[in-house]
């Protein structure tokens, strides 16, 4: 398969810890990139790009992924990302650029991806948890992550930018040899840095109480309670001294006048793990 | 040891009439100065026992007669239910506030409720009026506190089609040039959002944990930090973020659909893949069969498992003896779970699984034992075997006729 990839990666931070890792959906991006690439990653064009920080230890965990290197675009720790970024693959322009759905540290708002298929023109396909390509046609197939552990099939034509989702497939460990052995590639940018700046007053975050359903105003102590608490009680009936077949009938009645007998229908040996 | 009393030193001029305070307010004026000669002034006295009991006799003893008269208890029946909230009308609103709420499966979720609730306070801080731009017709948007609704067409209706959705979002936006437009954070909702931003080339408020009139916080650095700002022309807010509309009522008017906008689709959706409800987290699912100490054939509630396509898990007994594995396990020190339905086979209800069942929506359980707590929280409960009910179910779901 001769198809470009460009995986773009973060530093990121552990939230218990606080120490710097390689973060886990930058690693699902380039998982999914290696996947594809199968086992002769020299030989496809997998370039892995970061923009920050060479010297940044946490980077060797994506060479240590089996990548041979490393392609950092030098910027300080309040520049703006968004320029090198694009410079870099305006050169490449690949076919496919991978990357997650927000950085670990940083603003971490989630919008780098969008701003660069908007600026480079690319088809942007959000949360994908699994991808092939068939580049004979130009398009690719994608998963796309649904609430409720759905999935949807996607197409879409390349070049093609995707976000890959936490619910992707785990990334494979990275090896020390490797990490040691594979290279950091500084790049000249070629753009002028351009200095980030926060979007408000900055405050360490407080954790907020769950809000309550808001209370009735009229009804009695124990609706109010109820509310408060969220223990509400059932509605409905209770059968009693009823046979095996009666009491299967009931649950089934109650199931499909609910609607949930349409999910069953399908048979589940038939479903694809994983 | 003891005190000298104090006494009055003797007045000169020898005795004095003393006053009676009680007759002089019960006697007329004139009365006063004869009531002060003659003190012995009759009143009537009330008599409580003879109130009380007028037949006579002691009334604790008799136990015939109800404790409390019957006029009394309907005196304390429930008041009326309040009438509903007056409908709210804005009819000249200074600005717009535009709201997409997900609609998933075409009813108002949580998320949706909080989305318009935040686009109420955005706009009730200066006179302006919520628009909720809707792709599916949806109920109770004027209950949730939309002033307006703008449908907006879009060719595939449930299809993952967001080029087309951001073609008629650009061109909403451009007609009523709203000062603020609310998405929320959900898998759908942000990545409509961020697409809007990205091309209008707005920088948009992502991941907002409340909301105010004139500031707003939201989340960055990871989980680290908070921004504060005055609100941006676009919001992504979570679910918590604002508290929904209660108890108003406004007028949610359809406005006109626009017509569709055209735009090169890059994106064409295949359709959904079928669920596998193994690989579903517990907490996501949607239809979940549950085993308590009841359960003692675990083929049977496998195969139930299986027919029903629904997501396996127990109780936490079950659990510590191993027929299931721990992340399996729902309750206090499991799971909470928020399942459309969840079928409770053999579990009794104790306090700490019933709170982790709080959210689902609807509950059906079997339990052998008539007085289970688990009946009293059940929509649909049946006191019987689950040994026989399990198969039985089954072989309905399998089509075949029952026993």
Partial sequence: ?274 | MSLPRRTRPPRSGGERQRRDPRAEVHAPVDEVVQAETSPAVARTRRDPRGERSPGGGNPRLDRARPLRPVEETTARTRPATPAAPETIINENPDFWVLAVPDLAGGSLGAHDRAVLGAARLLADAGGGAVVAAVFTPAAELGAAGADRILPLECAPTDDYAPEQRIAALRAAVAALAPRHVVFPESLAGADLGRRLAAGLGELPATRVQAVAADRILSRGDGEAVEFEREPPRILLVDEGAAAPVSGRLYEGRSLDAAPAATCHAGITDAGELPVDPAAVPLAEAELIVSAGNGVSDWPAFHALAAALGASEAASRPVCDAGALPRERQVGASGTLVAARCYLALGISGAPQHLQGISDCEHVIAVNLDPHAEILKRADLGIVADVQAVMPALAALLRGEKPQ
């Fill in chain 1, 1 to 274: 398969m001769t198809v470009a990839i460009a995986v773009l990666v973060s530093a990121g931070r552990h939230p218990g810890s606080g120490r710097a890792r390689r973060a886990p959906n930058d690693a699902r991006a380039l998982e999914l990139a290696l996947a594809l690439a199968g086992d002769d990653v020299t030989a496809t064009g997998v370039q892995v790009l970061h923009a920050g920080d060479p010297a940044q230890p946490a980077l060797r965990a994506y060479l240590g992924m089996g990548i041979p290197a490393l392609h950092v675009l030098p910027a300080d720790a309040d520049s703006d990302i968004l320029p090198p970024l694009l410079a870099a693959l305006e050169r490449r322009r690949p076919q496919l650029i991978l990357t997650g759905v927000r950085s670990e540290c940083g603003w971490s708002g989630g919008c780098l991806p969008y701003l660069l298929a908007e600026s480079l023109g690319y088809t942007l396909v959000s949360n994908i948890d699994a991808i092939d390509m068939d580049p004979q046609d130009g398009m690719a197939a994608l998963r796309q992550v649904r609430p409720r552990g759905r999935r949807r099939l996607l197409r879409a034509a390349l070049p093609l930018l995707a976000t890959v989702d936490p619910a992707a497939p785990a990334p494979r460990q990275n090896a020390f040899a490797r990490a040691r052995r594979g290279r950091v590639i500084e790049e000249a940018s070629g753009v002028a840095a351009v200095a980030a700046v926060p979007p408000g007053t900055v405050h360490p975050a407080r954790q907020r109480p769950r809000r309550l359903q808001p209370l009735p105003a009229a009804g009695s102590a124990a609706d109010r309670l109820q509310a408060l608490t969220g223990a509400s009680t059932g509605s409905g009936r209770v059968l009693e001294a009823v046979s095996a077949g009666e009491a299967a009938q009931a649950i089934y009645d109650y199931l499909a006048a609910q609607g949930l007998l349409a999910a069953a229908g399908s048979a589940p040996g038939s479903v694809p793990g994983g």
